[in-house]
């Protein structure tokens, strides 16, 4: 893996890490405080989470200057892919008395690998380095 990929991998890993702290401190608040249904809970954080990822990955991991309405509507197609199937297996798995922690990280791994490769492969095929943070450097 060249140099830039990796960087690129690290990048969207600690942003996806960060990512997936809101996403947990927004479903724990669901679950605990607010006393929401874990996949109610679930779809609420992930939503958050999304918009937050989507933010930092396009402007500090890809560093694409593709049009946003453009690459957001490509993100939401993913999601809405794998927003009604994991919202789902965490309906399933949580009723079925599987830990609601448990299948909320799980899921979240599954989405971090899936997602990467869509926005690299997908998203921001051929605009990656384009916008102006990448021209200064």
């Not at 448990?102 to 926005?119: I, K, P, Q, R, S």
């Amino acid at each position: 893996m060249k140099n830039k990929e990796f960087v690129r991998v690290l990048k969207f890993t600690l942003f996806s890490v960060s990512a997936g702290i809101i996403q947990i401190m927004a479903d724990t608040i669901g679950l605990e405080v607010l006393h929401w249904k874990p996949h109610v809970s679930y779809l609420i954080a992930l939503i958050l989470s999304v918009l937050y990822n989507f933010t930092v990955n396009r402007r500090f991991t890809f560093k694409s200057a593709n049009n946003i309405p453009v690459a957001m509507l490509k993100v939401a197609l993913f999601y809405v892919i794998f927003t009604p199937l994991s919202t789902w297996w965490t309906k399933v798995l949580t009723d079925g008395g599987a830990n609601e922690y448990v299948v909320l990280v799980g899921t979240m791994l599954v989405n971090f690998v899936t997602e990467f490769l869509y926005c690299k492969f997908v998203v921001y095929r051929h605009s990656e380095d384009t916008n102006d943070l990448a021209k200064r450097a």
